[in-house]
């Protein structure tokens, strides 16, 4: 097994450097001048001759007159030393600016996971035990309904009902308008206003965690094993737990980790729907500023997340399926 893991880590690696030479190609390609841009606002104050020479200066500095090889060469370099560059905008180290928003979209999303995960597996289970029933007729229909929905058209649906019509939740930003509490006031505070983000990203993601986990159950239960066990003798409990649901992780485990992923990108729209002080609401930000070195550092968070997940979704499989377990 741990053979087998040098072996991806390795792979991994390969991985982030071919995706970052193709990450940096292209957004050299994005039309553009982040010198010309960080001199617009003074442009006014300089005579011609300045102007030019200022801009001259200013390429110089960020190396944009350097071959795009040399570019690379040097923004990868800084990376694999923990320097992300300096931000354009900001004129402040990137990994400064990042750890802020990086953590807040590392809280919500975990928090959303396991409110969605603590929500659709055991509904999944119930559903797929009590198949045709009343329950699970009313759980198919919202779950459609949930799931053909875009998560936007779910976020203005709950900012006009919870935060406008009933005022239970603020409707955007993450603290109170001059707040100076500590603690666990603050946390109190924050979590009034990650409130709302949270219970849209929980009901955004039910509808296909939650057929997916009934379908795989009702698969596991149609298996001969699950009617020896019941004339065995053994209780239901038993029989749907140990037995169904154990080998109805397998297709599931996938999805999760797959989903736990993709939530990140989807949290995208949320932060900016709620404006949260995530790395969606950055990336974007980074992105209408042309702060490249800024939006290069968050896809290099995403593609590592991305290679993390896909590292775990098969490291997974050994410890539900022991078929799969890599021996040598």
Known sequence: MLKYIGKRVLYMVFVFLIMSLVMFFLYNLIPGDPARAQLEPVKTTLTAEQYQ??????????????????????????????????????????????????????FINIFATVLALGISIPLGIICAVKRNSIMDNVVQVLTIVGYSLPIFIITLISIFFFAVNLRWF????????????????????????????????????????????????????????????RAKGLKEKVVIYSHAWRNALLPVITLIIGWFISIFSGSLVIEQMFNLNGMGK??????????????????????????????????????????VRVNR
């Open 53 to 106: 020479m200022r801009y001259k200066q200013l390429r110089q500095q960020m190396g944009l007159d350097d071959p795009i090889i040399v570019k690379y060469s040097k923004w990868i370099g800084g990376i694999l030393h923990g320097d992300f560059g300096m931000s354009t905008r900001h004129k402040k180290p990137v990994i400064d600016l990042i750890k802020a928003p990086m953590g807040n979209t590392i």
């Open 170 to 229: 603020p409707v955007s930003g993450m603290h109170s308008p001059n707040f100076h509490g500590t603690g666990l006031v603050a946390f109190a505070d924050k979590m009034q206003h990650l409130a709302l983000p949270l219970i849209v990203m929980t009901i955004g993601s039910l509808g296909g965690m939650t057929r997916y986990v009934r379908a795989a159950m009702i698969e596991a239960l149609r298996m001969d094993y699950i009617r020896t066990a």
């Open 282 to 323: 950055f990336y974007m930000d980074a992105l209408m500023n042309q702060d490249y070195n800024v939006a290069l550092a968050v896809q290099m968070f995403y593609m590592v997340v991305a290679l993390i997940g896909n590292l775990i979704i098969d490291l997974s499989y050994g410890f539900v399926d022991p078929r």
